[in-house]
């Protein structure tokens, strides 16, 4: 069987999400600048669109990091790839990532990122999936909570593909 994607969650209601989430950031940073940590690859979709419905003043910096593990799941032992341009000290810091799934790669950057002394630190994922999770971190913004399922699309892969998809989907007939 081919592989075919299922859509979990149509375009028009990422859309709307993320406007809702832009609008409470520039509501909870207001009269501040709001700095974002976009973790490549995956939240690459999701920052932008975000950080066009933030009202403040916004900075952007990109970090990769990669994550051991066995292709499903994440061992937690995570190497940074390539790391931040600017300093964070003193700044206002929002690590936008594109799903939480063990919570292990976020659990580690978040350590590491607490120690560049921020003026503030928070978490803001697109997707959570809290069934999965082995390790505690605290996310203060969501946009969607998901059940176990893989999903692609808006920056998430299967192998490389499927990032471009402008919805949340399913990829059905793997092998
Ligand atoms: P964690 O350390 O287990 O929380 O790993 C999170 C990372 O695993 C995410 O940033 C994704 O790169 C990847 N990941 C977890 N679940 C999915 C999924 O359903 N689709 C695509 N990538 C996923
Ligand atoms: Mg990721």
């Known amino acids: ?5 299922r859509v979990m ?17 520039s509501e909870d940073y207001a009269g501040k600048q709001v700095h974002l940590i976009c973790i ?3 939240s690459v979709f ?6 066009k ?3 403040v003043p916004v900075s952007l910096d990109f970090m990769s990091v990669s994550s051991y593990g066995d ?16 300093s964070l000290e003193g ?22 990122l607490g120690k560049r002394q921020p003026n503030s630190l928070k978490l803001c994922t697109l997707l959570d999936k809290p069934d999965r999770r082995v390790r505690d971190v605290k996310v203060d913004y969501v946009g969607f909570e998901i059940p ?11 192998a490389q593909k499927y990032r471009n998809l402008p919805y949340i989907g399913i990829v059905e007939g793997l092998e």
């Open 1 to 5: 069987m081919a592989e075919t994607i």
């Open 9 to 25: 969650i149509p375009e028009e209601e990422v859309d709307a999400k993320i406007a809702e989430l832009g609008k409470k950031i």
């Open 40 to 42: 490549l690859k995956g």
């Open 46 to 51: 999701f920052t932008c669109e975000l950080a």
């Open 53 to 55: 419905r933030i009202t």
């Open 71 to 86: 292709g499903t799941s994440s061992s937690g032992i995570v190497k940074i790839a390539k790391d931040l341009d600017e």
């Open 91 to 112: 700044k206002d810091v929002i690590v936008i990532e594109d799903i939480i799934d063990s919570g292990r790669t976020l659990y580690y950057l978040m350590e590491v």
């Open 148 to 158: 176990d399922e893989f999903v692609v699309g808006y920056g998430l892969d299967y």
